[in-house]
């Protein structure tokens, strides 16, 4: 079924002001797992061309069968694959969540195709990692049901991955994630962050080229939740990329976590990006 911007769990809602347990609101079908959990972690690795050598993914089957929507999620800088897995809390929201999820590594790429380093091509090991995904498990082939989603530099990653490849996805989630960025240092104290210049390089022009601000119309009709906290640096980019899609019409929804640019904020918002991902899937596809 097409989205409706009238759907009232889509339409663009005020910030909310959240406290979510890490694990509470989760009452999944926990209950109803039908296979073990450890039978449902799985892991791969493949040759990335785009990278000239081996990357891997973590894999999370779906409980309750193969037909179930697929999240791809992206991990923050300084973190890798097993990050969330490693977290009990994290762990078992992603088990309970009867979903297919992909954590792949991203290094400290900014999943982009480096503007000044050649060898830095990790958007394009993305496009190859969405194609050995679809080769190797029973994935639902349409987009509607595929979602991207990530924390800090993987939602910089997600959201810049959802505009990259529209057709893909039919919704994205960003946790903390720099929005409006790369840029300069331009905004409120506390409320920036350097931008590495090792992979945007230091040409304004192509800053603006790679923040996402800047291309807004490509998310046109996608699910969108964006999660901040109070206190996190991120909250004004988040803040302005809101505003943004409002200015364009693009229905989204905004939430304001208790905390600051934190792994606790990210643990606390994953359920809610589980539920939305499920959610997005269940309105657009209808019987």
Do not use: C
Request: aromatic share 6%; hydrophobic share 45%.
């Amino acid at each position: 079924m097409t989205v409706r911007r009238t759907d009232p769990r889509l339409r663009i809602r005020p910030v909310r002001r959240r406290r979510l347990a890490p694990i509470a609101g989760l009452a999944l079908a926990a209950a109803a797992v039908a296979a073990p959990a450890g039978d449902r972690l799985d892991e791969f690795g493949f040759a990335s061309a785009a990278l000239g050598r081996e990357m891997k993914t973590r894999v999370i089957r779906p409980a309750s069968g193969e037909d179930r929507p697929v999240l791809v999620l992206l991990h923050g800088r300084g973190r890798h694959r097993n990050s969330l897995l490693e977290l009990d809390d994290a762990r078992t929201a992603l088990l309970a969540a009867d979903l297919w999820v992909f954590l792949p590594d991203g290094e400290d790429g900014w999943y982009l195709d480096s503007p000044v380093d050649p060898g830095a091509r990790y958007a394009a090991y993305l496009d190859e990692l969405l194609a050995e995904i679809a080769r190797r498990y029973p994935l639902p082939p349409d987009a509607r049901r595929w979602a991207v989603a990530g924390w800090s530099m993987g939602g910089y990653g997600a959201v810049s991955l959802a505009q990259r490849r529209p057709e893909r996805f039919g919704a994205v989630a960003a946790i903390v994630g720099l929005l409006d960025f790369p840029r300069e240092e331009t905004l409120p104290a506390g409320r920036n962050y350097a931008v590495p210049i090792a992979r945007f390089g230091a040409d304004r022009e192509v800053w603006r080229r790679h923040n996402p601000i800047h291309r807004i119309g490509a998310l046109r009709d996608k699910a969108i939740l964006l999660i901040t906290a109070e206190d996190a640096f991120d909250r004004v980019m988040n803040e302005n990329f809101s505003a943004a899609l409002t200015a364009a019409g693009q229905p989204h929804r905004l939430v304001l976590l208790p905390g600051a640019h934190t792994l606790d904020v990210v643990r606390a918002a994953l359920p809610e990006v589980l539920a939305f991902v499920r959610t997005s899937a269940d309105i657009r596809i209808q019987p």
